[in-house]
């Protein structure tokens, strides 16, 4: 790996080396072939393509399988990523892009009453937040 995944400090650091990168770049970097490279930028080009901009971090960046575990993605470290898009709003200042879902709700088991021995504590004590700029006007693989 290029991370330690039981850091958090690693992981933090290693997440930090795509400020400045596109989607494109992702990709462009990943240890796969052209076929699936364009494959991949076709796909996430889609706009029906829900959830992709964070598989592509999780995949091609961190390089591990996604999944929809709750427990956090790096669970030696006990960090939980989150992608999310920020937009430029018509009169300026920025706003969120979509609703950012922490966890689910189970309605079939009680919950803790205790916050910090809850499912949603310890998943997200400690998380790696990335947000990309969403502008309708590019490309998604072209999103900073």
Do not use: C, W
Not at 6 to 16: D, H, L, N, R
Not at 77 to 82: E, S
């Amino acid at each position: 790996m290029k991370y330690d995944d039981t850091s958090p400090i690693s992981i933090k650091e290693y997440g930090e080396l795509l400020i400045g990168q596109t989607f494109f770049d992702v990709i462009n970097n990943a240890a796969i072939d052209e076929e699936l490279k364009q494959e991949t930028i076709e796909k996430v080009n889609n706009p029906r393509y829900k959830g992709g901009m964070g598989h592509l971090i999780e995949k091609y960046h961190f390089e591990y399988e996604i999944n929809s575990d709750q427990e956090p993605d790096f669970p030696k470290a006990g960090v939980k990523l989150k992608v999310t898009p920020y937009e430029i709003g018509k009169k300026g200042g920025f706003s969120a892009g979509e609703r950012l879902v922490i966890t689910m709700i189970s309605y079939t088991e009680p919950i803790e009453q205790d916050f910090f021995k809850s499912h949603a504590y310890s998943k997200f004590r400690l998380s790696l937040l990335i947000h990309y700029l969403r502008n309708r006007d590019l490309q998604r693989v072209d999103y900073p």
